[in-house]
């Protein structure tokens, strides 16, 4: 077990009050609920000072609630890293506080290696090592021209959000 992981279980242990708040980011998209949609885009729960990032399938929206570049699967890849990118910044987080990420993809057999690629690629930017757990499954997205969505976890320790 890593020191970090050990030092956050730690901290969790001594808690005496669990503490949850919306996560929210309207400068890359737009809350659930001004579609129609009943669910936060993300939760915040802290635990004593470890902070623990319950991010929501987040898929390839824009600040308007728009389906952003329909039809290409790489690029709304890299709308949807960007789009939790901002959810995490949100919080004071980054990918390198991600544990987990749980993949969505219309089309598994077509689009997997395109995924990888991208995931692969966008993991190697953020420069990190260990990778988050993963999984990955074919699903049918809540629109028909969403191809990809991914939902993260992230754990940090000892920084606020930012207001």
């Known amino acids: 077990m890593s020191r970090p992981f050990q030092e956050a279980l730690s901290q969790m242990a001594?808690?005496?009050?669990?503490?949850?708040?919306a996560?929210?980011?309207?400068r890359v998209l737009n809350?659930?609920?001004?579609?129609?949609s009943s669910f936060?885009?993300?939760?915040r729960v802290d635990v004593g000072n470890v902070a623990i990032l319950l991010i929501s399938g987040t898929a390839?929206?824009?600040e308007d609630g728009s389906t952003v570049h329909p039809g290409d699967?790489?690029?709304?890849c890299r709308?949807?890293?960007?789009?939790?990118?901002?959810?995490?910044?949100?919080?004071?987080?980054t990918w390198k506080d991600v544990v987990r990420t749980t993949c969505y993809l219309r089309d598994m057999e077509r689009?997997?290696?395109?995924?990888?690629?991208?995931?692969?690629?966008?993991?190697?930017?953020?420069?990190?090592?260990?990778?988050?757990?993963?999984?990955?499954?074919?699903?049918?997205?809540?629109r028909p021209d969403l191809l990809v969505e991914i939902e993260a976890i992230a754990m940090f320790i000892g920084r606020e959000a930012e207001d």
Do not use: M, V, W
Request: proline content about 4%; some cysteine; charged content about 20%.
């Open 14 to 21: 001594k808690a005496t009050a669990i503490g949850k708040q």
């Open 23 to 26: 996560i929210t980011n309207p």
């Open 31 to 36: 809350e659930a609920h001004a579609y129609g």
């Open 40 to 43: 936060s885009r993300g939760l």
């Open 60 to 62: 390839s929206i824009d």
């Open 73 to 76: 699967f790489r690029a709304q």
């Open 79 to 93: 709308r949807t890293y960007l789009n939790i990118t901002g959810l995490l910044e949100s919080e004071g987080a």
């Open 111 to 142: 689009d997997y290696a395109a995924f990888n690629e991208e995931r692969t690629r966008f993991f190697a930017a953020q420069g990190l090592d260990p990778l988050p757990a993963s999984t990955g499954i074919q699903a049918i997205l809540c």
